[in-house]
């Protein structure tokens, strides 16, 4: 028996995908995703790793209101000019995206910075100084 697995792309069935797999390399769709992100904590701050490879820093977008931190990269239209010839098949293409975070109670909201190196955007979010636990003290026995 085999396993027949359905994957529908904005409604379009797979199938029909298979059928043009010929035509000019089929009718793949580049998915509208949000860039993927990994979180980490450490006992003095908290670090949003974003995978963002081939963007230009600059078109970068970080703001923190009412403890909603909001990461947002916005892409000019390219435009076509006469003579600069006509893609036969265009795959790589650039999106704008979106994402948002809320942030704890104990990110000190005036100290978060940004780094963005070898296509990966790290923001790092420190704690406040009251919110860090001190480090765990053993107590001799006299």
């Keep these: 028996m085999n396993v ?3 994957n529908y792309s904005n409604g379009y069935p797979v199938v029909m995908d298979q059928f043009f797999k010929d035509i000019l390399g089929g009718t793949q769709y580049t998915q509208k995703a949000v ?3 990994n979180i980490k904590e450490t006992e003095q701050s908290f670090t949003i790793s974003l995978v963002a490879p081939g963007l230009k820093k600059d078109a970068f977008a ?3 209101d009412k403890k909603l931190l909001t990461i ?3 892409v000019a239209v390219e435009e076509v000019k ?3 010839g ?3 098949r265009k795959e790589f293409t650039q ?5 948002s975070f809320t942030l704890p109670e104990n990110v000190n909201e005036t100290d978060i910075n940004a780094v963005y190196q070898d ?3 790290n923001i790092t979010l420190p704690k406040k100084k009251e919110a860090q636990q001190e480090t765990k003290r053993v107590i001799e026995v006299l």
Aim: aromatic share 8%.
């Design 4 to 6: 027949v697995k359905r």
């Design 35 to 37: 860039p993927p992100v």
């Design 62 to 64: 970080i703001e923190v």
């Design 72 to 74: 947002s990269h916005t």
């Design 82 to 84: 006469e003579g600069d």
């Design 86 to 88: 006509q893609y036969t």
């Design 95 to 99: 999106n704008s995206f979106k994402r």
């Design 119 to 121: 296509g990966v955007l």
